[in-house]
C-alpha cells in the first residue's frame, strides 16, 4: 500500500449535510436567544441587587449622620458642665467663707446671751448684724 491510499478526505466530515443545516441554524438562533434572554435576566438581577444596595446604604448613612449629631449635642453638653467645673473652685471658696461666717454670727449670738454687761451684748449683737451683712453673694 502507497502513501496516496492511506490518506481519507475530511471533507465529507466538515461539510454539512443539506437535511442538517436547517435544524442546526434554529438551533443557533434558539441558543442565541436564550442567551440573550438569561444575560437581561442578569442584568435585571444585577440592578435590582445594586438599588438594594444603595437604598440599604443611604439607610445606614442616615442613621450613622443621626447617631454623630446625637454625640455633638452630648459633647456641647461636657462642654458646659466642664466649664460649670472650673468654677467650682470659686463657689467652694464662697460657701466655706459663708459657713465660717455664719458660724461666727452664732457664736456671737450666743456669747451676748451668757454675758452680764448690757454693752457687751448689744456690741456683740451689732458684731452679728454686721457678720451677717458680710456674708458673699452665692
Known sequence: MGPEEKVVSMDEYRKPKDNEAPELTK???KTSRDVGRMALIL???????ACVLFFK???????????????TAKIG????????L???PVKSKRMVTNTMIQ???????????QVDDKEQA???????ELL?????AQ
Open 57 to 71: 446604604a443611604n439607610q445606614n448613612v442616615s442613621a450613622l449622620s443621626k447617631d454623630v449629631s446625637g454625640i
Open 86 to 88: 472650673e468654677t467650682l
Open 132 to 136: 451677717q451683712q458680710a456674708k458673699p
Open 77 to 84: 453638653l461636657m462642654d458646659a458642665r466642664m466649664a460649670e
Open 103 to 113: 458660724e461666727m454670727a452664732q457664736r456671737a449670738s450666743y456669747l451676748s446671751t
Open 43 to 49: 442584568a435585571l438581577v444585577a440592578l435590582l441587587l
Open 122 to 128: 448689744a456690741k456683740l449683737i451689732q458684731a452679728m
Open 27 to 29: 438551533l443557533n438562533a
